[in-house]
């Protein structure tokens, strides 16, 4: 394709569109509803839409925030959080608990969210939600540009310590992804998608011995 077929910009310099692209073009994204507690015992319960998982033995999850919020200096205190899973019937709460509100309101009693308590955390995880991740905190970063500067984001990683998978969605030992219906961020300024059934599809990872050129007359 011809260099004249893209829009080419440099984020330093402005992007000059109607809206920044970054956040949509890297999307959709898993929404990173996290619950955590500060010393004194108060929760608190914020989206992230910068997160995801970055390691599989042991499993560690991560969020970015912009910001140090209350989240983040909960877990900086406690060194705990929850992650729970945002689904579509969940997702005008998941939306309440993005609001401002004073430190010590509960975003739980906001978004009218049951508790369960956590097992191995003394973090509350939503019980509405099929899915909870109980981590403790492994690193907080904070994110720097190319030129060495510090950035007012902090980047949380954590160890998932249990798992808890409502039953309906396990199927013979498999995690059913679109039974659960989980819902992630697609850019703009409120643009969601919901993963479902019919917009999966299996692609297995090729192996040594494949004829490549097999492979990719069956992607057209």
């Keep these: 394709m011809a260099e004249d ?3 080419s910009y440099e984020p ?5 569109l ?6 949509a073009i890297v999307g959709p994204r898993p929404i990173g509803w ?23 033995h042991p499993p560690i999850i991560g969020f970015s925030s912009i910001g140090w919020k209350d989240t983040v200096a909960n877990i900086a205190e406690t060194r705990e959080f929850v992650w729970n899973l945002t689904t579509r019937d969940l997702v005008r709460q998941m939306n309440v608990t993005s609001a401002a509100v004073a430190k010590g309101q509960s975003e739980f009693d906001l978004a009218r969210l049951a508790r369960l308590p956590g097992r191995t955390v003394r973090v509350d995880r939503i019980a509405q939600s099929p899915v909870h991740f109980e981590c403790r905190l492994t690193q907080i970063v904070q994110l720097q540009g190319a030129d060495g500067q510090a950035v ?3 980047l949380v990683l954590g160890e998932v310590v249990a798992v808890h998978i409502r039953r309906d969605l396990l199927h013979d030992g498999i995690y059913d992804t679109a039974g659960a219906v989980p819902v992630l961020r697609a850019g703009r300024q409120g643009d969601y ?13 090729p192996r040594a011995d494949d004829d490549v050129e097999a492979l990719l007359r069956e992607s057209r």
């Design 34 to 56: 996290i619950s955590s507690v500060d010393g004194g015992g108060r929760l608190n319960l914020a989206p992230y839409s910068f997160f995801n998982a970055f390691n599989y």
């Design 5 to 7: 077929a893209f829009y």
């Design 193 to 205: 998608l919901a993963v479902e059934r019919d917009a999966m599809f299996e692609l297995l990872r």
């Design 18 to 23: 109607a809206h920044d692209p970054f956040n």
């Design 152 to 154: 007012e984001s902090w």
């Design 12 to 16: 330093a310099a402005g992007h000059g």
